[in-house]
C-alpha cells in the first residue's frame, strides 16, 4: 500500500514560484507518479507526471515552460517546481501515484492512490 503526503503549498503573487513535495511511503519504484490539480467548480486535472523507472514525463500544456516535475529515488519524493505562476494556476494540488504504470499519463482516473492535497493560491 502506497502512502503520500504533499508539502509546500501557499500564497504567491503573480510571477512568483512554489515548490511542491510529495513524501511516498511504500514501494513507487516501476509506478507513475505526478501533480493534479482542482480549482472549486472544476474538474481534477493532470498538471505533470513521470514514471519514475526511466524519467519520462508528460505535462499538460498550460503548464509547459513554467513548471518542473522531478523525483529522488533515494528519498521516494515526488516535487513539483512551480515557476511564473498565474492566477489560474490556484487550486488544490494532489500528488498521486499509478500502479503498473506502462507510460505517464494525466488522466486522475488510472492512478490508484492519493494524497491529502496542498493549497496554492496566486493573486
Known amino acids: 500500500h502506497v502512502q503520500l503526503v504533499e508539502s509546500g503549498g501557499g500564497s504567491v503573487q503573480t510571477g512568483g514560484s512554489l515548490r511542491l513535495s510529495c513524501e511516498a511511503s511504500g514501494y513507487t519504484r516501476r509506478y507513475c507518479m505526478g501533480w493534479f490539480r482542482q480549482a472549486p467548480g472544476k474538474e481534477r486535472e493532470g498538471v505533470a507526471v513521470?514514471?519514475?523507472?526511466?524519467?519520462?514525463?508528460n505535462y499538460a500544456d498550460s503548464v509547459k515552460g513554467r513548471f518542473t516535475i522531478s523525483h529522488d529515488n533515494a528519498k521516494n519524493a515526488l516535487f513539483l517546481q512551480m515557476n511564473n505562476l498565474k492566477p489560474e494556476d490556484t487550486a488544490m494540488y494532489y500528488c498521486?501515484?499509478?500502479?503498473?504504470?506502462?507510460?505517464?499519463?494525466?488522466?486522475?482516473?488510472?492512478?490508484?492512490?492519493w494524497g491529502q492535497g496542498t493549497q496554492v493560491t496566486v493573486s
Open positions: 498521486a501515484a499509478q500502479r503498473g504504470c506502462f507510460g505517464p499519463t494525466l488522466v486522475p482516473a488510472l492512478y490508484n492512490y
Open positions: 513521470m514514471f519514475a523507472g526511466d524519467g519520462r514525463r
